[in-house]
């Protein structure tokens, strides 16, 4: 039985809260393109959380028979995409997130970040 987008976006969103993940976002881009169905976006606080976050949802997402196309950004852990066609998952650490705004270019909400006990910074 193949999954569908619902499905393998729920898929992805509990490997991230197994690898607490912060601010995830889900987005339904099924009437903004044809290339994916839905988009995830996620942050991580460091870059080894960033990769492990992926890596989780990568590995969760192939047990489930989920193929994945590819994933880009490992090395550097600031950003890493993981696509599974019909689903795309963006984890990011909070400066890129926050500089890039992805949510805001697919009609979504940006998180406002805001570190314990510190004031809210934003990118230039």
Same mark, same amino acid.
């Given at each position: 039985m193949e999954l569908d987008a619902k499905e393998i976006? %729920?898929?992805?969103v509990d490997a991230l809260e197994d690898v607490k993940g912060k601010d995830i976002i889900e987005l339904d881009t099924t009437q903004?393109?044809? /290339?994916?169905? #839905?988009?995830?976006?996620?942050? @991580?606080d460091s870059n #080894?959380?960033? %990769?492990? /976050?992926?890596?989780?949802?990568?590995?969760?997402?192939?047990?489930? @028979?989920v193929d994945i196309v590819g994933t880009e950004g490992q090395e550097s852990g600031e950003w890493v995409l993981v696509d599974a066609g019909d689903v795309v998952v963006h984890v990011m650490l909070p400066a890129v997130r926050d500089y890039y705004d992805i949510e805001a /270019?697919? @009609? @979504?909400? %940006?998180?406002?970040?805001v570190p314990a006990g510190g004031r809210p910074w934003k990118a230039l």
């Open positions: 976006a %729920k898929l992805a903004l393109t044809s /290339l994916f169905q #839905r988009m995830i976006v996620c942050t @991580g #080894r959380q960033v %990769k492990a /976050l992926a890596n989780n949802v990568h590995v969760k997402l192939k047990e489930a @028979g /270019l697919w @009609g @979504g909400e %940006k998180p406002s970040f």
